[in-house]
C-alpha cells in the first residue's frame, strides 16, 4: 500500500531541504520513500563534495540507495547504545502530517507511515534521533489523520490482531503483494494489516492501544515525534513545527 500522488519536484524540494540541514560530523538516519529518497540522494551529493556522515538505515530499500550513494553506513546498534555515537538527525517521509493552527501559522502533529512497509525499522531510528525531520509534499497534509493505519503483526497473530482492531471499531485488511500471490512480507518477516479507523481524533489513544494488542510488533501512528516538517510546494519549502 504505497501511497502516491504528489508532484516529484515538490518531493525534491522538500528532501534537498531536509539534507540542507544535516551538519558535518552527523550521524544520520535514512528514511524509506519517494521523497527521503530526495534527500538521501542531496546528502550522497554533499559527501562527495567532502561532508562527513554516516547514515543509519530503516529499510532494504535506503540501504542500497545510500550505498549507491556513497554515504558511509552504520547499523542501529552502532549508532545507539553505550559508546555509540546516537544519530543526530533523521529524515523520513509520511503518508499523511495532521496539520493544525496554534494561532501563529500551520504545525505539524502526528504521523502516519508504513506505506513501504518499513514502519517498525523507522519508529526505532526516528524515535532515536535527536532531532526528526518530516519531509512531504502537500498532497500529504491534512487536518485530521484519517488513511489506514499500517500494522506490522507476527504471522502467529493475523487473526487476534484483527479482532481487536475490530474492537477499537477499526477495519483490517491484509496487505497483498502486488507483484507476487500472497500478502506483503516486511523486512522482519512479519505481515502488514491495513487498518481503517476513519477520522482519527485522538491519535495518541489509537497509538495507546495498538501498542498493548499481543501480536502487534509496531504501528503506523507516529505520535509526538516529529520536530519539524518539510513540505515541498512549486514555489519552496515549508517548514512546520510541532
Given at each position: 500500500?504505497?501511497?502516491?500522488?504528489?508532484?516529484?519536484?515538490?518531493?525534491?524540494?522538500?528532501?534537498?531541504?531536509?539534507?540542507?540541514?544535516?551538519?558535518?560530523?552527523?550521524?544520520?538516519?535514512?528514511?524509506?520513500?519517494?521523497?527521503?529518497?530526495?534527500?538521501?540522494?542531496?546528502?550522497?551529493?554533499?559527501?562527495?563534495?567532502?561532508?562527513?556522515?554516516?547514515g543509519v538505515p530503516t529499510s532494504f530499500a535506503s540501504r542500497e540507495l545510500a550505498l549507491d550513494c556513497?554515504?558511509?553506513?552504520?547499523?542501529?546498534?552502532?549508532?545507539?547504545?553505550?559508546?555509540?555515537?546516537?544519530?543526530?538527525?533523521?529524515?523520513?517521509?509520511?503518508?499523511?502530517?495532521?496539520?493544525?493552527?496554534?494561532?501563529?501559522?500551520?504545525?505539524?502533529?502526528?504521523?502516519?507511515?508504513?506505506?513501504?512497509?518499513a514502519h517498525a525499522r523507522e519508529k526505532l531510528v526516528d524515535a532515536a534521533a535527536d532531532r526528526f525531520?518530516?519531509?512531504?509534499?502537500?498532497?500529504?497534509?491534512?487536518?485530521?489523520?484519517?488513511?489506514?493505519?499500517?500494522?506490522?503483526?507476527?504471522?502467529?497473530?493475523?487473526?487476534?490482531?484483527?479482532?481487536?482492531?475490530?474492537a477499537a471499531d477499526g477495519e483490517p485488511t491484509l496487505r497483498r503483494a502486488e507483484r507476487k500471490d500472497?500478502?506483503?512480507?516486511?523486512?522482519?518477516?512479519?505481515?502488514?494489516?491495513?487498518?481503517?479507523?476513519?477520522?482519527?481524533?485522538?491519535?495518541?489513544?489509537?497509538?495507546?492501544?495498538?501498542?498493548?494488542?499481543?501480536?502487534?510488533?509496531?504501528?503506523?501512528?507516529?505520535?509526538?515525534?516529529?520536530?519539524?516538517?518539510?513540505?515541498?510546494?512549486?514555489?519552496?519549502?515549508?517548514?512546520?513545527?510541532?
Amino acid at each position: 500500500m504505497k501511497t502516491s500522488g504528489g508532484n516529484d519536484a515538490a518531493k525534491r524540494r522538500a528532501g534537498e531541504s531536509a539534507a540542507a540541514a544535516v551538519d558535518d560530523g552527523d550521524v544520520v538516519g535514512l528514511g524509506t520513500g519517494s521523497t527521503a529518497a530526495h534527500a538521501i540522494r542531496r546528502l550522497g551529493e554533499r559527501v562527495d563534495a567532502g561532508l562527513d556522515v554516516r547514515g543509519v538505515p530503516t529499510s532494504f530499500a535506503s540501504r542500497e540507495l545510500a550505498l549507491d550513494c556513497g554515504i558511509p553506513l552504520l547499523d542501529l546498534d552502532e549508532a545507539v547504545g553505550p559508546d555509540a555515537p546516537g544519530i543526530d538527525v533523521a529524515i523520513d517521509g509520511a503518508d499523511q502530517v495532521a496539520v493544525g493552527d496554534d494561532g501563529d501559522g500551520p504545525t505539524a502533529g502526528a504521523l502516519i507511515k508504513g506505506g513501504g512497509a518499513a514502519h517498525a525499522r523507522e519508529k526505532l531510528v526516528d524515535a532515536a534521533a535527536d532531532r526528526f525531520l518530516v519531509v512531504a509534499d502537500p498532497s500529504k497534509e491534512a487536518p485530521v489523520l484519517d488513511r489506514s493505519v499500517p500494522v506490522e503483526v507476527l504471522s502467529a497473530g493475523r487473526s487476534v490482531v484483527a479482532e481487536a482492531v475490530r474492537a477499537a471499531d477499526g477495519e483490517p485488511t491484509l496487505r497483498r503483494a502486488e507483484r507476487k500471490d500472497g500478502p506483503v512480507v516486511t523486512d522482519n518477516g512479519n505481515l502488514v494489516l491495513d487498518c481503517a479507523f476513519g477520522e482519527i481524533a485522538a491519535p495518541s489513544r489509537l497509538a495507546t492501544t495498538l501498542s498493548g494488542t499481543p501480536g502487534v510488533v509496531e504501528h503506523g501512528l507516529f505520535v509526538d515525534l516529529a520536530d519539524e516538517v518539510h513540505v515541498g510546494t512549486d514555489s519552496g519549502v515549508r517548514v512546520l513545527t510541532r
